[in-house]
């Protein structure tokens, strides 16, 4: 088979535009994923390959787990994986593209900036390739440049340097498709896909790169991951454009577990099906103006969901957006009600991190609402409560709903599946 992970030194230095390029040469014959929890790269990623992206996390999975993971889902010709923010930004959790590229040993391509630069490029490689030993770093890509000579002398630098390392080609600086183009915003034109495609890969070697991604196909022996029967209940999952943060697996996990499970718009103001017992609604985003204007009128949603609530053999879930749903208000922007909680939007995020607790549930937080009240939930983590507004699993709970900011990865979360959705 065939793999390979897209890094670089840091963010904002071409691996979106290097990914997206090689997914959409490779169109549905490839499989995207994501290091990191990041949800808004795989819906790119899933837009521009035609496939279903994966998020790899080495701190909210074990080694084995992700492993489990990347095999499981690597079922097409070619998988190629976007790294997060630099190389080893993540080490001190174990969950850089450094470590997840390493585990699964498949080859790393840099995306190196070579803009005002020549030999220095191969001292800042020299500095990355040495920082950690047996790292997975086999090629390059050099992006910003300016002429065929600019690369040349680069590249010339790069293999006298190095004996292990290829330099697969160049990106020009400037370049016309990207101008006035947000990346994974919009690029529903399937032409400019094309346009960017052609001119991103104009000047590299595409067999080189199928040639460096070369590697053995790891078969999965056993499941990592605590079993859970599949039980006789139906789930209706709350997703679309406002409530659109869901991990591909997570999803694939509940359709295991439960006898069925159907998706509901809100923005089109679909209803809860009767006949569901369980209800998950996804994070995503109310908070907004132009996020809220899709869903203000919904009300048949609204209603069918708060009826729901008032069925106490019935559960509702909810990540971070679903949570503020389920308030009362964000920002004077009234919500359903269905929990006594109000939230403001605050104009810095309140919380960006990992969270553990003694049981081993992981998870992440990224809001930049807050309660306008803390005392009134809890830490899902800790179950105690917290009132300075410095923990980022904040919960609300009544009855048979729950809310919260924590992410989680239902696979090895399988403590909170069986107690708010089961």
């Known amino acids: 088979m065939r793999a ?202 595409i067999d080189l790169i199928k040639k460096i991604s070369k590697i053995k196909k790891q078969k999965n022996k056993k499941y990592p991951f605590k079993k859970i029967e599949k039980n006789d209940k139906k789930l209706a999952i709350v997703y679309d454009s406002n409530f659109s943060f869901l991990y591909w697996d997570n999803y694939m996990f509940l359709k295991q577990i439960f006898k069925s499970v159907v998706l509901v718009d809100s923005t089109k103001d679909e209803v809860i099906p009767q006949d569901c017992n369980s209800v998950y609604i996804c994070g995503g985003y109310v908070e907004t103006t132009k996020a809220y204007e899709k869903i203000k009128n919904s009300n048949s949603f609204k209603n069918s969901l708060i009826q729901h609530s008032f069925n106490k053999d019935k559960k509702i879930y909810a990540e971070c957006a679903g949570l503020l749903y389920l308030g009362k208000e964000v920002q004077n922007k009234p919500m359903s009600g269905i929990l006594d909680v109000e939230f403001i939007l605050q104009e810095r995020f309140a919380r960006l991190g990992y969270y553990i607790n003694e049981q081993n549930i992981k998870g992440h937080s990224f809001h930049y609402t807050v309660p306008v009240d803390y005392s009134k939930g809890f830490d899902i983590l800790s179950k105690t409560k917290n009132g300075n507004g410095k923990v980022g699993s904040w919960s609300n709970e009544s009855k048979n709903v729950f809310g919260t900011y924590l992410h989680t990865m239902f696979r090895n979360n399988t403590t909170l599946v069986k107690k708010y959705l089961i």
Request: charged share 25%; aromatic share 8%.
């Open 4 to 205: 390979l992970c897209i890094s670089a030194i840091a963010s904002n230095q071409g691996k979106t535009i290097l990914t997206t390029a090689l997914l959409h040469y490779f169109r549905n014959n490839v499989r995207a994923f994501k290091i990191g929890p990041d949800y808004i790269d795989p819906q790119f990623h899933a837009k521009v390959s035609k496939n279903p992206s994966i998020n790899l996390d080495t701190y909210m999975m074990n080694k084995k787990q992700v492993k489990w993971l990347f095999n499981h889902y690597s079922d097409q010709k070619i998988s190629i994986c976007e790294g997060v923010m630099g190389f080893y930004d993540g080490l001190n959790k174990g969950c850089s593209a450094y470590d997840v590229t390493k585990l699964l040993k498949i080859p790393t391509v840099l995306i190196l900036d070579g803009a005002g630069s020549y030999i220095t490029v191969s001292a800042v490689l020299k500095g990355l390739k040495s920082y950690k030993k047996n790292n997975t770093v086999k090629a390059v890509v050099l992006n910003n440049l300016s002429s065929q000579s600019h690369y040349e002398l680069i590249k010339k630098q790069i293999e006298k340097d190095f004996d292990d390392v290829s330099v697969c080609g160049w990106i020009e600086k400037n370049l016309e498709s990207l101008e006035g183009t947000h990346l994974g915003l919009d690029l529903d034109d399937i032409n400019k896909l094309e346009f960017i495609t052609i001119e991103v890969l104009k000047h590299i070697d």
